[in-house]
């Protein structure tokens, strides 16, 4: 059964910058693409960056591109998110997710397995 865990939410200013982080179990996390993707109160939940199985390749909303990396440690069964120049509009629940199929995606429908969730509030 696979298990997907969030963590290093939390509140920071305007510009600051946090890292979250996926740990993985269940099956070969080397195997399968990544993503991460996020929901603000009141809306649909959204893409936000993906990565394929080995690293190489990722993928960025245009909202984060630049301010944010994606990247995984496979060896660590781990996915991470590096946020920097945070702001108020990224306010939301940040989900990780794993995909049956060795590239990322930005298509929610595309994804097999969620996280439960890490609060990440930016204030201004």
């Known amino acids: 059964q696979v298990q997907l865990v969030e963590s290093g939410g939390g509140l920071v200013q305007a510009g600051g910058s946090l890292r979250l982080s996926c740990a993985a179990s269940?099956?070969?996390?080397?195997?399968?693409?990544m993503g991460w993707f996020r929901q603000a109160p009141g809306k649909e939940r959204e893409f936000v960056a993906a990565?394929?199985?080995?690293?190489?390749?990722?993928y960025y909303a245009d909202s984060v591109k630049g301010r944010f990396t994606i990247s995984r440690d496979n060896a660590k069964n781990t996915a991470y998110l590096q946020m920097n120049t945070l702001k108020p509009e990224d306010t939301a629940v940040y989900y990780c997710a794993e995909r049956s199929r060795a590239a990322g995606s930005s298509s929610l429908n595309d994804y097999d397995y969620w996280g439960q969730g890490t609060q990440v509030t930016v204030s201004s």
């Open positions: 269940g099956r070969t996390f080397s195997d399968y693409g």
């Open positions: 990565i394929n199985w080995s690293g190489r390749s990722t």
